[in-house]
């Protein structure tokens, strides 16, 4: 007995063995894109400040205590201030102006992989690899504050 979303493909002659296939694909595809490993990937809950330049010095508060959580291998903090950081990042290139808006784009993007891949290297408890990911974003975070200000 076939549900009835494959009688329909069935009747518009697409083979049931392919929109199983397809269905399969989509349902990973839509799986991945929640979350993975155990926790979600959620918008994090932050106030995002008025000006480039809040959102900067907001920036490198988190970076701060970034910082401080994998020097003190307190990597459980991690994941949180890593999202809050990815925020404030990705509303960074809305407060600057226009013509700085291209180079903070790529720099925050930039910034918001390297913090995906700090957090799940601290998620995995990989000092070694969280200390080399943080070396990574010290710098990008620096370049960041030269193209803003």
């Known amino acids: 007995m076939l549900p009835p ?3 329909r493909l ?24 929640m979350g993975h ?8 809950q932050v106030a995002i400040p008025e000006t480039a330049a809040g959102v900067v010095a ?12 994998v020097t003190g291998k307190n990597l459980k903090a991690v994941h949180d201030l890593a999202e809050t950081m990815t925020a ?20 925050t993007t930039t910034m918001t992989k390297m913090l995906d891949t700090l957090h799940h290297a601290a998620d995995a408890g990989n000092q070694p690899r969280a200390g080399i990911e943080l070396k990574k974003l ?4 620096a370049a960041l504050e030269k193209q803003v200000n």
Request: hydrophobic share 50%; glycine share 8%.
């Open 138 to 141: 010290d710098a990008v975070v």
């Open 37 to 44: 490993e155990g926790h979600d990937h959620g918008a994090a």
């Open 5 to 7: 979303f494959f009688k």
């Open 58 to 69: 907001e920036i490198q508060k988190h970076h701060g205590a970034i910082t401080a959580a």
């Open 88 to 107: 404030l990042a990705k509303a960074l290139p809305d407060k600057v102006p226009v013509e700085k808006k291209e180079r903070v784009q790529g720099s």
């Open 10 to 33: 069935r009747r518009q002659g697409v083979p049931t063995l392919a929109a199983w296939s397809a269905s399969v694909l989509v349902f990973m595809a839509a799986s991945a894109a």
